[in-house]
Each structure stands twice: as structure tokens, then as C-alpha cells.
């Protein structure tokens, strides 16, 4: 491993280690960081999934395969998590449908409907503060907000899906 | 040979990638793959450097052209260890080319598959420059039990992950068309597209257009490993959406089929009643020529002919247009079907198979007219 691999990989994991400590239960973001970002990639790839326990089962002995370390006990709670969490009752990422006027409205299609659509976002009723505290939650997850533009998207939110 | 613009420092990379990534849909942040928005593809036949989707499987190598070299070698008489020098020194050409991912589409595979849920913006056209591989090829001298033509980036895995290796038949290596590319659309090959040298191979999914290309293997045989005998194969044969497939019941996908996106308007939008408005987007059919892409406007229930705009190239897709005037205050389902030159038109149904490649289903998105 190069050294530029090997710092990448670091980040990747110190990265993950803060993605994940925000919203699995204790101990299973460990567990998932350990398995699903050893090999080296970030948090949206997994929150993207809609996999059932067969599909993930194959995704994480995948990881295993290729070098991600995980006791047997611990891959079945993983597995059981992420199928849990991340299967197809999971809204469909619409990055390219229409979204409200406004100044951050690119900004919101790409950064915020990779994932998931619009639903769970209309849904949310909240202040400013809601908002930002969301949206640092989905950059945890791994979404990305182009420079210096976090508080036009705030305001967007705020005001495209007012409480 | 202009050696200033290869001398871009780690910053300007850094600065490169930045503005790439700040225009682009991250599907993953590491490796690098960011999908181009359908508004930024709606704005011309050429997609910019800065919008270009970008597929990556490993972490991106940060190549010195001091220390860059290509070599050839296998079953060759010569084996060649190139500088970029040397590759400039061959006879220089450009090829316009649609570029898709195979998975473009996989977020609509129902029942969901596992892997970069791409929409529609894992494809784009733009201008390369390069030599032809071919040229390369003839110089190393091939021996005629030559059949593939192994690929290798200096993109490096950790871990046990398989390295990223492709190989292409020695036809389709030898077609004057497929080139190793180090400029695009004019400007240095920006390092996320592959510099200093990537391969473009015309027609086919882009997988086997492999980036940072540090060595060219000669060889009977096709690559081994993950990317060419598990990842990038499709059935041999139609399935049930849900059936897992042996991997020795499939082929490599290499050339693209018929599709056609929408780029305006966009799903869900609003419009005016009483206005006429523009259905317009892409069609192209890898190694084939779009024929014709048909519009409807009623869920599929009847068709009409788009216009086809003139830019066009070998393996370029096509810009079509309609224009409608929506005679009610209602949603409707507007569809697009294309049809190429071997014959092949967009299906109504989508295929399904166990990766999510190859999604080519006829493009549907819903209009809502405003009284």
C-alpha cells in the first residue's frame, strides 16, 4: 500500500467512525465500519442500498472477501442491521426531477435527492436550526454541499418546505 | 509538444476535482463517482470537463510525468516502455464519443440490485484527443496468437480488493477508432477522466475505457480476475427479474444498446396551460447510429417523430426535439423510444439481470400542465 493509499484509507475511516456514530445503535457502527469501509469507501454507498438480508449478506461477505475483518456473531447483526435499514421501503434517490424556484435549488437536486427523494424532506417539519442539524446529519452520511453554499440550501429548505 | 499544460501542480488538481465534484451528484466520494445532473447534460451535444460523470473503482492515482511511463509487453517481438514524449511523437487524432457506464439506470432496477445507484447521468460526449492504440500496437509488433489486449491503470487497490484490470479483444484494439486519449475536449485530460493517459474505446460501456493506463499486456487469453470474469457480464440468456446468474452463464457487455434520456423538461414539472413547450434529450446506440426517437405524449398510447439536431458523430449520441402544446390542464406521461441502425428499439418493459447493467427501458417522466 502506498502512502497515499494508506492516508486515504485512514480518512475514509475516520470519516466513516463520524458517519456512523451518529445514527446506528452503539456498537454496530463499529461493526460497519470495520466491515464495509475497510475496503476503503465512504458512507453513501451503503446508505444508498435498498437490499434485503440475502442482498446484503452477499455485499458483506464481499467486503470480507476482499480484506474487512468481522467476527461471524458480529456479520449476522451487521447484516440484520443494514437490511433493516437500508431495503426497499427506502423512498428511490430523484435527482433529477423537478424541484421548488429558489436560488440553492441545483444545490438541493444534487445534493439532496441522490439518495432519497423529496418525501422524507417535505415531511420534515422544523426551524432553521432543524434544518442545519439535518442537514450535518446527511453530510455525515456522505452527501456533499458544493462550497461555501450550506446556508443558501438552508434557507431553501426553510423556505421551499416551511413548517 | 506543449509541456506546460502537464505541469499542473497537486493544487491545481485538487482545485479541478473540487470544481467537478461541486457541479456533480456524489454517489460515492471514495473512489470517485459523481454522476452528471441531467440539467448540465441538457446543456449542449458536448458535455464540459467540469460536468462529465466520473466512474473510478479505486482510490485516484496522483500520476508524476516525470516518472509516468507506458509499457507493452506480452505477446509482442517488441516490447516498448513509452514516455509521454514518445507518445505524442505518433500521428495524432480526435473521436467524439458517448461515454456510458453499464450501470446508468441501476437506481430504477426493481427489484433494487446492489451497487452505485446511478440515475440517468452516468453518460456523456465529449472530444478526445490521442493516438490510436492500434499505432502502439503495430510498433510492439504483435504476434498473431495475440486475441486480447489487457489494460492496467496506475490506480492501485488496498487490501484484497482486486485491482482494477480490463481487457478488450485484439479486433476492437486494432479498430482505428479506439485511441489512448490524454486530452479532452481540448484540454489536458483532467486527472479524475484518467491522466496522464486513458484508453477510449468507441461504442462499448465505458468500463473498458480504462483510465491512468501504465501498462498494455498482450496476451491469448482475456484478463482474469474480478472486473472481467464476475463484474461487467451479463446473462447469456433473458431472466427472472430476482434470479441470481452463475457467473459462467454470462458474457462480458461490451457494446451499449439503444437509449434515450429526457433532459427537459424535467420529472414532475410544472408548466403553463396554453403555451408550447420543448420535449428535448439524448438518444444514442453505442457502435450504432440513431435511426430515429419517437415522443409520446399519452403514456405510450400513441407516437410521434422527434427532430434529430445535426451534431452528430460516429459514435455520438443525438439531440431530439419536439414540440408540444399540452391540450389540457392535467399530468401527463410523456415517453421517449429510440430506434438504431441495426434495428434495435427501447423496449416498454425493463430488462432486469442481477447488476442493474444495461437499463435501456423507453424514458418516462410526468408533465403537469397549470390551467
Known sequence: ?163 | MKRREFVLSNAAFLLQARTIKDNLIIRSDSPADFETPVQLLDKGWITSNDAHYVRSHLSVPNVELNNWNLTVEGEVNRPLKLTMRDIRGFQEVTRTVTLECSGNGRAFADPPVAGLQWEKGAVGTARWTGIPLRDVLMKAQVQPNAKHVILNGADMPIRAVPDFVRSIPIEKAMHPDTILAYRMNGAALPVLHGFPLRLIVPGWEAAASTKWIVNIQISEAEASGFFMQTAYRIPNRPIAPGTLVDPKDTIPYTALSVKSIFTSPLDGAMVPMGSSIQLRGFAWAGEADITQVDVSTDAGSTWNIAVLDNDKARYTWRRFRYLWKPPAAKSFVVMSRATDSQGRTQPMVASWNPSGYLYNVADKIQINVKG
Not at chain 1, 453513501?44 to 455485499?59: F, H, M
Not at chain 1, 421501503?89 to 441545483?106: E, F, L, N, V, Y
Not at chain 1, 439532496?112 to 442545519?132: E, Q, V, Y
Request: hydrophobic letters at 40%; charged letters at 20%.
Open chain 1, 1 to 163: 500500500m502506498s502512502k497515499v493509499d494508506l492516508a486515504i484509507f485512514w480518512l475514509t475511516c475516520a470519516f466513516s467512525n463520524m458517519a456512523f456514530g451518529q445514527v446506528p445503535p452503539a456498537g454496530i457502527a463499529q461493526k460497519m465500519q470495520a466491515t464495509c469501509t475497510q475496503v476503503c469507501h465512504g458512507a453513501s454507498l451503503i446508505a444508498q442500498q435498498r437490499l434485503d438480508v440475502a442482498g446484503w449478506t452477499r455485499e458483506v461477505n464481499k467486503m470480507v472477501g476482499w480484506g474487512a475483518e468481522i467476527a461471524g456473531s458480529d456479520r449476522e447483526e451487521l447484516i440484520r442491521y443494514l437490511a433493516g435499514q437500508f431495503n426497499n421501503t427506502r423512498p428511490r434517490p430523484s435527482s433529477s426531477h423537478a424541484a421548488p424556484d429558489g436560488k440553492a435549488r441545483d444545490v438541493f437536486q444534487t445534493s439532496c435527492l441522490g439518495c432519497h427523494d423529496a418525501m422524507p424532506i417535505a415531511r420534515l417539519k422544523t426551524d432553521r436550526a432543524g434544518w442545519a442539524r439535518t442537514v450535518e446529519r446527511m453530510v455525515n452520511w456522505g452527501a456533499h454541499i458544493p462550497s461555501g453554499r450550506k446556508e443558501e440550501l438552508i434557507e431553501y429548505l426553510l423556505t421551499s418546505f416551511a413548517q
